[in-house]
Every structure is written in C-alpha cells, then in structure tokens.
C-alpha cells in the first residue's frame, strides 16, 4: 500500500509540484542565509574600516590640535618677545626725545635768555643813542625777533614730528599684531571646517553602506516569503 502511495505520489502533480516549491524554498533559503552571512562579513569589514578611519581622524585632529596650539605657544612667546622688544626700544625713544627736548629747551632758554639781555642793552642803547641812529637798532630788534620766532618754529616743528612718527610706529606695530592674529584665526577655523566636513563625508558613507546592505536583505526576505506563499498555496491546492 505503501509502495503503491509512493508510485501515486510521483504521478501527482500537486506532489511534483509541492517537491519543486520545497526545492525553490530551500535553495532561496540556503542562498539567504549564503548572502546574510557575506553581507555580514561586507558590513564587519565595512565597519572595520569606518573604525579605522575615524582612528585616523581623530588622531589626525588630535595631531592638528596639538600642532596649532604649539604654533599659538610659539606665536604668543615670540609675540610677547618682540613686544618686549619694541616695548624697551620704544621706551628708549621717549626717553631720548624727553632728553633731546630738555636739550633743546635749555638751549632755547638760554638763548631766550641772551636775546631778552640783548634786547634790553639795545633799548639802553637806544634810549641812549642819538634820533638818527634809531632806525638802524630797531631792525636789529626786529631781525632777533624774527629769529626768535623761528626757533620756536622749529622746535615746534621737531616735536610734532616726533609725536606723529611715535604714533604712526605704534599703530604699524599694532597691525602687524592683528593681521598675524587673523592669518591664524582663520587656519583654525579652515581646519575645523575640513575636519567637521571629513566626518561628515565617513557618517554619510556609513549611511549609505547600512542601507544597502539592508535593502539587500530585505529582497532576500522578500524572495523567501514569496517562496513560503507559493508553497501554502501548493498544500491547499493538494488539501482540496
């Protein structure tokens, strides 16, 4: 009965065709399982990668951290240096100029002087001298006048020019100062762009990988239920 079973079974079609939907589910299922184990080893070795690069980044922007504060340290010592520098050089000018101008003001204090004595022997004098011989001592007053008033001109003129090339020092020294701040300001910040961009490009990366690999799967998945259907399909047809 049994042998005459089996030999029915082969005639059926339902049977034939049940054996070829076991067959289709069996090679769909050994190839998902083939294909879920290769892409879990694409993902491990993916992900073996990521973790790689993000060492390198990290240790690449460790390594640029580092660089740019050793560039800062090194900026603000020789900064502070040349500050000191032209601090003491600049000190040394005021000092000079205070001396030179002390210089000048004895000098012109005594010749203030000399001409002051001057004046009043020539007024003596003139009081003293006859009518005709006035005019003659009146243009000599007027001519040391004169001359006193370009001293003071000049001296006036010397501390002007003192004052501006003072002024004009400090304020080249002060850009100096800010345009190497901004040369440096703006390194960080192109830095800090490029690293935030890099990591940016490895999280989009790992996105795209993940998704991927899961819409594989999930055709995988799809392809094995199609398959579970058909055969619940053939075992009603066989059950009716």
């Not at 040349?82 to 600049?90: C, G, P, Q």
């Amino acid at each position: 009965m049994i042998k005459k079973f089996e030999e029915e079974k082969k005639d059926n079609p339902k049977f034939k065709e049940m054996n070829n939907q076991l067959g289709i589910m069996k090679k769909d299922y050994q190839d998902m399982l083939q294909a879920r184990e290769v892409t879990r080893k694409q993902l491990e070795a993916r992900f073996q990668d990521i973790r790689r690069n993000i060492q390198r980044n990290f240790d690449f922007t460790s390594s640029e951290v580092k660089r740019t504060k050793d560039i800062l340290k090194a900026f603000n010592s020789k900064f502070s240096h040349n500050l000191k520098i032209y601090r003491e050089e600049f000190e040394q000018k005021i000092q000079d100029f205070r001396d030179f101008n002390r210089k000048r003001l004895k000098e012109t204090k005594d010749r203030l002087d000399n001409i002051e004595n001057t004046i009043h022997e020539m007024r003596e004098d003139r009081v003293e001298a006859p009518y005709y011989e006035r005019p003659p001592i009146i243009e000599k007053e007027e001519e040391i006048i004169q001359a006193l008033d370009d001293n003071v001109y000049e001296l006036t003129k010397t501390v002007e020019n003192e004052k501006t090339e003072r002024i004009l020092n400090v304020g080249k020294f002060k850009d100096d100062a800010k345009d190497t701040l901004t040369k440096y300001q703006k390194s960080i910040t192109e830095f800090q762009t490029k690293a935030v961009e890099e990591f940016n490009k490895v999280k989009d990366k790992i996105e795209v990988d993940v998704f991927d690999r899961l819409e594989a799967q999930d055709d995988l998945v799809d392809n094995l239920s199609n398959s579970v259907k058909n055969f619940q399909d053939t075992l009603k047809k066989i059950s009716d």
